[in-house]
């Protein structure tokens, strides 16, 4: 993946006019990379460089987003809080996409950008990003859900919210524990086998070293797709001999559209993970549970998936875990939650 450019010198120089900096610096915080960062005293607005700093920052405070980088679908409206809705999309730094606006970024006027530290990106250009916005920058790590605690806790402290995100990091470290007590001593031979299944026609998948598809290993099961991923967006091209060669247990499904042709499809229907029933659909409201961006998300989907495979090992109430996780992590009153919309009859 190639990193977009980087506004020129001019334009960096506007940038710095416009935002300026922090006229106090008061902690000096050491960021996911080593970096030693100083940042402002009192923090209210912050740029998510790229999409998966997104739900960090808004699982925190959601008022101190100043832009976003993707759009919210409709069906996610009643899962938004009201403070991002009419946010601007600015474009990222990183991904797919259109690279940001510059006067339409320098208006936001933030105090704090926070970047992704990713080997599929060059530090040294987010680096010179924000220069360009004339703020500090932080790195936090969010390729795999163990890394979330930390970076919750780091930008808590960077904003003034550490007790909050002290929370948030607690019920990811103790769901991580209590899944793994329930089926990380599952002996390999015995793992439900699981084939993701992305894309309208169902033939992308993800390597099983893939952070996008991280929640089967998470829950207990085996990835069936045996390979090393060589980009950040995978997507790895099958054919349907191929997934049928493989004989999975279980199809995870990502698109809602191929999910409801999946079993009335002759060529699928004939695999046996189809025949007996044992497809499931990733919710995504409002944010995606398994990745894309990847987020905080996946501590609710392993526990989701991991009652799926095996239901006699882990045993979770969706109708009371899925609500208190969105009142917890996204503001969502409980009474609000619709869990069999959010679950799309998987």
């Not at 006229?23 to 998966?52: I, N």
């Not at 920058?137 to 859900?145: A, I, N, S, Y």
């Not at 991991?306 to 239901?311: D, E, G, K």
């Amino acid at each position: 993946m190639t990193f977009a450019s980087i506004p020129s010198r001019p334009v960096r120089l506007a940038l710095g006019l416009i935002l300026g900096t922090a006229a106090v610096q008061a902690a000096e915080l050491t960021d996911m990379t080593g970096r030693r960062v100083q940042v402002p005293d009192q923090v209210t607005r912050v740029f998510a460089v790229a999409p998966p700093v997104v739900p960090l920052v808004y699982a925190i405070d959601p008022g101190k987003l100043v832009a976003l980088n993707f759009p919210f679908e409709p069906d996610d409206v009643p899962y938004v809080s009201p403070l991002v809705k009419d946010l601007p999309i600015v474009g990222r730094f990183t991904g797919e996409g259109q690279p940001p606006d510059p006067e339409l970024l320098a208006k936001t006027r933030p105090q704090l950008s926070i970047a992704w530290d990713t080997p599929f990106i060059d530090a040294k250009q987010v680096e010179a990003t924000f220069q360009a916005l004339g703020t500090p920058g932080l790195f936090v790590r969010l390729e795999r859900l163990a890394d979330q605690p930390a970076a919750l806790e780091l930008v808590g402290q960077a904003i003034g919210e550490e007790g909050r995100a002290t929370q948030l990091a607690t019920y990811i470290r103790d769901a991580m524990a209590r899944v793994n007590q329930a089926v990380g001593a599952i002996p390999a031979g015995e793992r439900q086998r699981v084939y993701f299944a992305e894309g309208p026609a169902g033939l992308f998948t993800e390597c099983d070293d893939s952070f996008h598809a991280e929640v089967i290993a998470l829950a207990g099961g085996e990835n069936v797709m045996h390979c090393q991923t060589k980009a950040m967006c995978g997507r790895e091209k099958v054919s349907l001999e191929q997934v049928d060669g493989m004989d999975p247990d279980v199809i995870l499904v990502e698109d809602p559209k191929f999910f409801v042709t999946l079993t009335s499809d002759p060529a699928w229907s004939a695999l046996r993970a189809v025949r007996e029933g044992r497809i499931y659909l990733a919710p995504t409201k409002p944010f995606n549970w398994l990745g894309r961006p990847p987020s905080f998300m996946r501590a609710l989907a392993m526990q989701w998936f991991a009652n799926r495979l095996y239901p006699e090992r882990f045993q979770w109430d969706a109708e009371r875990e899925i609500p208190a996780f969105y009142a917890l992590f996204l503001g969502v009153e409980p009474g609000m939650v619709k869990v069999a919309d959010i679950l799309g009859g998987s």
